[in-house]
């Protein structure tokens, strides 16, 4: 069974400066994806970020990064720049190709602070 | 585009009742959609697979006679809360898949549902 594990319950950054939330999974899968979501406080989930395990590239959304180790099922997302509106709690997701299912971490709870 | 939308967004009911959730995809087909519960300030936990014409795949724990749901359209799916009590109370979220299992389209979502049962 595959499993999502975010070690960092909650985290906190000042305006405009970089923050890095990990993410470790277990698979024995060789083809699959990878999210980052946001659920700011309204409660909507919102896509940050998508990976794809066969690309070696990591992908950026503007301000947002991920990197990416498959040989350590490592899934690190790190946000630049960070504004006000980035708060919020962060899931990193695993999706099972074969099912289409999502297996979400722990989250983890950022605050950005002026 | 790939919108979900998903109603009511808050429910507040007596013990006893059944309440139906609805899951739409309005600008695409989804032959699945998901079904999550989540606590506050926990993690989504995925309650059951639910496909186009065919009975739902519920998880494990998860009882298919409180949560029924149907897909009947490729854009509709409800979940139906029967009986509810108390510590059904929960906040409800949908997702709708764009696209097949080995596309790399993303979960959608809708906005949820606050359901509180008194």
């Known amino acids: 069974a595959q499993t999502v594990t975010q070690s960092q319950p909650e985290m906190s950054v000042q305006e405009a400066e970089t923050v890095t939330l990990s993410c470790t999974y277990d698979t024995s899968e060789s083809n699959y994806y990878l999210f980052w979501y946001k659920q700011p406080p309204s409660r909507q989930m919102i896509l940050v970020i998508r990976?794809?395990?066969?690309?070696?590239q990591n992908a950026t959304e503007n301000r947002f990064s991920v990197n990416f180790q498959k040989a350590a099922k490592s899934f690190s997302l790190k946000i630049s720049d960070s504004q006000l509106g980035d708060t919020a709690m962060y899931f990193c997701?695993?999706?099972?190709?074969?099912?289409?299912?999502?297996?979400f971490g722990q989250g983890t709870t950022l605050q950005v602070k002026p | 585009g790939a919108v979900v939308s998903q109603h009511p967004s808050r429910v507040i009911c007596k013990s006893g009742t059944s309440v139906k959730i609805e899951c739409r995809s309005l600008?695409?087909?989804?032959?699945?959609m998901f079904w999550y519960r989540q606590f506050p300030k926990k993690s989504l936990m995925l309650m059951a697979t639910?496909?186009?014409?065919?009975?739902?795949?519920?998880e494990q724990g998860v009882e298919k006679d409180k949560f029924l749901i149907n897909h009947a359209s490729l854009t509709l799916s409800t979940l139906t809360v029967t009986s509810a009590h108390p510590e059904d109370s929960s906040f409800y979220i949908c997702?709708?898949?764009?696209?097949?299992?080995?596309?790399?389209?993303?979960?959608?979502f809708g906005d949820g549902t606050r359901l509180s049962i008194l």
């Open positions: 600008d695409f087909q989804a032959t699945t």
């Open positions: 990976q794809e395990a066969y690309k070696q």
């Open positions: 997702s709708a898949l764009q696209g097949g299992f080995y596309s790399n389209q993303p979960q959608h």
């Open positions: 997701a695993f999706m099972n190709s074969n099912t289409g299912k999502l297996i």
């Open positions: 639910s496909n186009e014409g065919s009975k739902a795949t519920y």
